[in-house]
């Protein structure tokens, strides 16, 4: 069973649409990182998450460390939006934070 | 923009060559890692370090091999490439008091 499960794999959004992707997980974390992705480009942490919410530009994470379940939210759409968004979560070991990583939600915002 | 630069970014190679995929930091992060990417199967650890000459395995290390001679320099060898080893390759960094984490651009790596 994977430690990082994302909902939707795919979504499809009409610009100025609400989205919202989930990640759960079963293991302890001490944070967890919303990753954007864009074709061929490289990666990028929108947020490291502990607990409660943040929120950048139409951006808003929460997390629930008691559900062990986080959502990436975009208010108003854009294509410009359109991206892999992954789930990342930091745990702490003996010798360094490793990163478990979800397997993504693509999102395709159109006109 | 981190200061975190992965070289080369592209590469095609034949079965059996060594390669050697290269990660530098102007950051001096402590802790840097290595990660290949696949298609439905997300970005793996392969090796990561916590310190210069520090080193310890990820989950998907065989194969692979990496060394850390100075603080800015990170590298990855493939001894002898092999098409299971055809991915994107991720460098990333991470001070881990602050649990931020930086990515390279990728490195494409094609074996034939």
């Known amino acids: 069973k994977n430690e990082v499960e994302q909902s939707p794999q795919n979504l499809t959004a009409q610009e100025g649409e609400f989205i919202t992707i989930n990640c759960s997980y079963s293991?302890?974390?001490?944070?967890l990182h919303w990753l954007q992705q864009h074709p061929g480009g490289g990666i990028v942490s929108l947020f490291m998450?502990?607990?409660g919410k943040k929120k950048h530009g139409r951006l808003i994470a929460t997390i629930n460390i008691q559900e062990k379940h986080s959502s990436l939210h975009i208010t108003a759409s854009h294509p410009r939006d359109s991206a892999v968004y992954i789930c990342a979560l930091l745990i702490n070991t003996g010798t360094a934070s490793k990163l478990t990583f979800g397997t993504g939600t693509r999102l395709q915002v159109t006109l | 923009d981190a200061g975190i630069t992965q070289s080369p970014r592209h590469k095609v190679t034949e079965t059996g060559t060594p390669v050697t995929l290269r990660c530098h930091q102007t950051e001096n992060h402590r802790y840097m890692y290595w990660y290949r990417q696949d298609p439905g199967h997300g970005l793996r650890l392969i090796h990561y370090s916590y310190g210069v000459k520090d080193t310890d395995k990820g989950e998907v290390s065989d194969g692979y091999s990496v060394s850390r001679s100075k603080t800015e320099d990170f590298l990855l060898t493939l001894e002898s490439a092999t098409s299971s080893q055809t991915s994107v390759y991720f460098c990333?960094?991470?001070?881990?008091?602050?649990?931020?984490?930086?990515f390279g651009q990728g490195t494409r790596l094609t074996v034939v």
């Open positions: 293991v302890g974390i001490s944070a």
């Open positions: 990333a960094i991470s001070g881990r008091e602050r649990g931020q984490a930086f």
């Open positions: 998450l502990s607990s």
